[in-house]
């Protein structure tokens, strides 16, 4: 058979091309196919994951291997053979860095997902995981263009680095910011969820956690967005930071002195019985405080399931006390003050006006000659 026309580099090149995709269709339909057609049949879903994030880059790396082999038949300049060649590593390099944070990301959730109490990896610190994830693979791109292209590595680092300092010297709030949010991950004051209290009365739910700042749904249904900085400062009370949710609250009350105590006590527990918003484990307590001046104050305490309802639970707690005491005719003390006015009155009966100023005082007597 006469093979002469494989010289011509036209034919030499088109069958390349078509070998290249050949190859590229075969490892793509065949190899990758049979792969997820096999982890179809798993229970897990991070097989079907890890082949699908890696079909697009193993098919591309295939053509760019046969493009660069089709380089030889193609009369191009040292300099356009060498753009070529970087221009090929660096489609490669973003498709496989796009498959690695994909699978990266899959792992460490799967990972937080079925960690021990005592792991390392947790629902609060897979934020912190990912993002070092994230630095270290576009990190790791970023240097392997570097090289394709030919660029002198050590010159841009030095200059990043007096870039990296004027930048954080001009961006000082928000490195604070991003330190903070890094520190609130890895420390973990509070998480997702959990129903927080500020030192300013900022009160509601954590939504996000975000690097720059913490956004927080108040019971008014605003959301308040707190810099980071000031989290890892503040002194933060969070109400849903024990092992249960329950959280305690109480309300004082005060009864005129000379009331039935064991009345008064019987009266304040039934007036939780059948409150919707307050457990019955705990049971309620009564706590019978101060014998004032104004009568005897006690003090009910109550558990609640669900920080959010404090306000409304004490709000019922209340009406019901009150109501409780009125009915059954227990006085409720209020502030008195007892003015004499036996002498105003006594002046104006005899028709003089009383002297309100301090007597003088005498003064003192002079001294004896000496003998």
Request: aromatic fraction near 6%.
């Amino acid at each position: 058979m006469d093979l002469a026309f494989l010289d011509d580099r036209r034919v030499a090149l088109t069958l390349c091309v078509l070998v290249t995709l050949g190859v590229a269709f075969v490892v793509e339909r065949t190899l990758l196919g049979g792969l997820a057609r096999l982890a179809a049949r798993t229970q897990t879903t991070l097989d079907d994951l890890v082949i699908a994030a890696l079909r697009r880059p193993i098919f591309y790396s295939v053509v760019a291997f046969g493009a660069a082999r089709a380089r030889a038949f193609v009369d191009l300049s040292e300099r356009s053979q060498a753009i070529t060649s970087a221009l090929l590593e660096t489609l490669v390099l973003l498709l496989w860095g796009r498959a690695l944070l994909k699978i990266c990301g899959a792992l460490l959730r799967l990972a937080s997902d079925r960690a021990r109490p005592d792991s390392l990896f947790q629902g609060r610190t897979l934020p912190f995981f990912e993002i070092l994830a994230k630095l270290s693979i576009v990190g790791g791109a970023v240097y392997l263009a570097m090289l394709a292209w030919k660029i002198d590595v050590a010159g841009w680092v030095t200059s990043l680095g007096i870039l990296g300092l004027a930048l954080g010297l001009a961006a000082e709030d928000s490195l604070a910011n991003l330190f903070g949010g890094i520190a609130i991950v890895a420390d973990a004051p509070f998480k997702l969820g959990d129903f927080v209290q500020f030192q300013d009365g900022l009160r509601g739910r954590v939504t996000h956690i975000g690097i720059r700042s913490t956004r927080i749904l108040t019971r008014d249904d605003t959301e308040v967005i707190v810099p980071n900085a000031l989290l890892i400062a503040a002194k933060i009370l969070n109400e849903t930071g024990g092992p249960s949710t329950k959280q305690r609250v109480r309300t004082t009350v005060a009864v005129a002195l000379g009331s039935d105590l064991v009345r008064v006590r019987e009266l304040l527990l039934g007036a939780t019985v059948g409150h919707p918003d307050i457990a019955d484990t705990p049971a309620p307590e009564v706590l019978f405080d101060a014998l004032g001046g104004g009568g005897i104050e006690c003090r009910v305490l109550v558990w609640v399931p669900d920080p959010t309802r404090r306000d409304p639970a004490i709000s019922e707690l209340n009406f019901r006390i009150y109501k409780a005491l009125t009915r059954a005719g227990i006085e409720i003390p209020y502030g008195k003050h007892d003015l004499d006015i036996r002498e105003v009155v006594a002046a104006m009966l005899d028709g003089s006006t009383p002297d309100a100023s301090p007597p003088a005082e005498p003064e003192p007597e002079a001294p004896a000659p000496a003998a």
